[in-house]
C-alpha cells in the first residue's frame, strides 16, 4: 500500500505521535508512508525510519493556506497513494479542494476525528470522506450525534500508549533520589499530579483549589509545558498559589521528558478537565505505570475511568466529591485494572482497517 497521512506540523502532540508511529509500522510491514505536514521535531524521524516527509505549509488558518491545493494535487499525482489519511481540519480543506481535480479513479480518503469538533464549515469537512475513525466511544457517539456519517462508515480505534515505555516495572531508586533534591518540599508527602500543558480548560484551578483544602500531607504538581502565549495565565495561576500561600504545597515542574517515572512516583494522577476529553492519554498513560487516577465524570476520562478505576470518577465540577475521594483513594490499597489501551494494537487495527477497505473496493 501506498498511505499519505496529512497533518498540520510535526511538533509535540498525541496526534503528531500517532501519525509519526502508524507511519514506522507501515514501513516495517512493508508499505510505502508519505506524511505532508509544514513539518517539525518529528521530521527527521520519519526520515530514519524509512517514511517520506513532504514539506507542504498546511498548517495556518489562512485563505491563503486553501491555494496550496494545486501543489497537493501535484504531489498526491507524483505517489499515486492509496488512502488519504486527513488528521486535522485545515488540511482536509485543502484536501478537499485537491481532491476535486481527480478526473477518474481516485485514492480512498479517510479522516480520524481526534477531537470533539464544533459544526462550523471546516469541521464538516471532516465528514466529507469514504470512512472515518473516532479515537473513543465518546467521539464515535459524538460523531453520530452530530455529523451525517452512517454508522458503517465509522470505525472505532481506540487510542492507546506505549506500554513498553508506560510500564510498571519497578522506580530506579537513583531517579527517585534526584527528584527529592530537586523537590525537598514533597519529601515523605502523597504526591498528587495534574499533567498537561498549561491552558485554562485542563483544570489546574480545580487542583490548586483541592490542594487549599488538603492538609499539609500532601504536595501537588501541576506538570506539563507553557506555550509563549498562555504566559499570563501561568501568571495568574501562580499569583493564586501565592494569595493562598500554598507556595511550598504545589509547584510547577514545566515539561519532562521522564514522565512515566513521575506517575510512578504519584500517589494519585488526576484529569480535571472542564472539557470533556476525546479520549484521556494521561489517564491511560498513568493506569500504565499502576497509578491510581480521578478525573470528572465526563468524556473519554470516565470511558476509561469506568472500565478500569470506577472509584476514580468524580462527579463533574463536585469539589466536595473530589476532595473526599482524595482522602479515600489516597490511602486505599485498590489500584486500576491493567491497561487495555495499547498503542500497537490500534496501529495493527489501523493497518488491518486500510487492508479491508482497500479489499472492498477492489
Known sequence: MRIVQLLPELNTGGVERGTVDLSAELV???HKSYIISNGGLFEQEVINHGGKHIKLPIHKKSLSTLFLANKLYETYTKINPDIIHVRSRVPALVNLLAFRKFKQKRPLLISTFHGLYSKPFYSQVMAKVDHTVAI????KSYIQENYKIHDSNITLIHRGCDIKKFNNDPLELSWKSNFFNKFPNAINKKILVLPGRITRWKGAESFIN?????DDSFHGFIV?????????YLKELKEKISKNRLNSKVTFTGGVSDIQNVYKLADI???LSAKPEPFGRTTIEAISCGAKVMGW????????????????LVELNNDNDLFQKTIDISISNNYPEKNIYDSQKMLSDKINLYLSLLKTRS
Open 28 to 30: 516495517k510491514q512493508g
Open 136 to 139: 473513543s466511544s465518546c467521539v
Open 210 to 214: 483541592l490542594l487549599k483544602r488538603l
Open 224 to 232: 506539563g509545558p507553557s506555550a509563549k502565549n498562555k504566559e499570563g
Open 269 to 271: 494522577v488526576y484529569n
Open 297 to 312: 465524570d465526563h468524556g473519554g476520562t470516565s470511558e476509561i475511568l469506568n472500565k478500569l478505576y470506577k472509584q476514580g
